[in-house]
DNA sequence: TCTTTTTTAGCACAGATGTTTCACAAATAC
DNA sequence: GTATTTGTGAAACATCTGTGCTAAAAAAGA
């Protein structure tokens, strides 16, 4: 009967188009006729694919979130399921690849780094994302306390760790390297944050 | 001749409105509509202190940038004219001390760290607020540099420190717990996010 | 009291935004 | 072919935004 258009496939075009526009532009600039035109659509056919803007913000927050963990959970399990390394340092690069998942190392985790942040901060405020905010919360956390098991359980753990707390302190130097590789390219580089995230696994597993 | 009122005292009083709006409803409410009306102002009342949103934008950040470096360089200055602690726990009392002047512990200081974590996010966007976004950067790398600094001078530091690398891992700790505090504050408890700090304080110096 | 200057208040305009509504195009099933 | 369902596009509306402009009010000097 009708014309046949993949609905899912559209709604994850539009949301790449919001991805684009915020990281361009802002989260501010990601109104509807923005996003339509970077789309290459009419402002009628992004609303016939989402309601609402509410609809439309909380899917795009979604897809962002879900990309990023997917990501890391991939290496995690690749992780997981081999015998943990042997050498500090395979060991080490091993963990810091999962998790530099999380960080914006290249041009697309990059815009994936942005957006979450913007999103991220707009949920303070947008009771509306709140809840997507609360999934993207244990996402994270269960990601980085599986990377901290990981290590706890290698015999290369001379240290005896408390895994809250260390995934705590993990946590904040990610999100701390990932905001300010996000804001201040210049200063904060790349292999830079990689370094510090990668001295920052050895101190946890050195005493 | 003129009705005299303070001008600079004037145009503080509507920077604090600024904060007040941004802390509740986010950056994206702070139209001077909306600040006019928080500061009990008509609207062509903060027009004749600010010529522009630009300026009332860039102001409004300054304002709020200082004030938290300048709580910190306060504690630092105190730190830094006495003598080193020689107790171990005392030592990392007074540096987590300073610190915590960055962090969101109480109420005042949360509404502090949330406009900052806006502004500078804005910042990234917003060219009009870049400038100001550089300074900020060099003021906390100023403050924490001269922390890692005193803790490598005491004698208690038995660990052979990179400052500039500790100093931008330390940078991370704090944006990140920074952050985490203020977007989820229902698992970022202010003596959880102290304890944090500390705990990463005292690595510093033990090996 | 009158004058002068600052401060305050308000109106009006152009632009942008979310949303509603409606008409048209396109593609499949009969 | 025709009908029906889905997709597309555009116009219109109310609201909010920054800004320009004008006029009243207030306070200090003459």
């Keep these: 009967m009708p014309k046949i258009v993949d609905a899912d496939q559209r709604r994850e075009l539009v949301a790449d188009a ?15 006729r923005n996003v339509a035109q970077r789309a290459g659509l009419a402002l009628g056919s ?12 909380e899917f795009a927050f979604r897809v962002n979130s879900e990309r990023i963990h ?7 399990e690749a992780l997981e399921a081999e015998e943990l390394p042997a050498e500090r340092e395979a060991l080490v690069e091993k963990c810091s690849g999962v998790l530099a998942e999380l960080l914006p190392l290249d041009e697309p985790r990059r ?17 509306l994302l709140s809840d997507a905010a609360q999934d993207d919360y244990r996402a994270t ?23 809250v707390d260390e995934a705590e302190r993990l946590i904040a130097v990610l999100d701390g390297l990932s905001l300010r590789m996000v804001l201040q390219p210049a200063w904060s580089a790349p292999e ?5 995230l990668r001295r920052h696994l050895v101190d946890l597993i050195t005493p």
């Design 46 to 57: 992004v609303r016939h694919y989402f309601d609402d803007q509410a609809e439309l913000m």
């Design 70 to 76: 997917l990501r890391a959970l991939e290496k995690l």
């Design 111 to 127: 815009a994936d780094a942005v957006v979450h942040m913007e999103f991220m901060l707009d949920a303070r405020t947008n009771t």
């Design 141 to 163: 956390g269960a990601v980085v306390g599986r990377v901290v098991l990981q290590l706890m359980e290698s015999p290369l753990a001379t240290k005896v760790l408390a895994p």
């Design 192 to 196: 830079h944050g990689l370094a510090t």
């Design 18 to 32: 919001v991805f684009h526009v915020i990281a361009e532009r802002g989260l501010t600039q990601a109104s509807l």
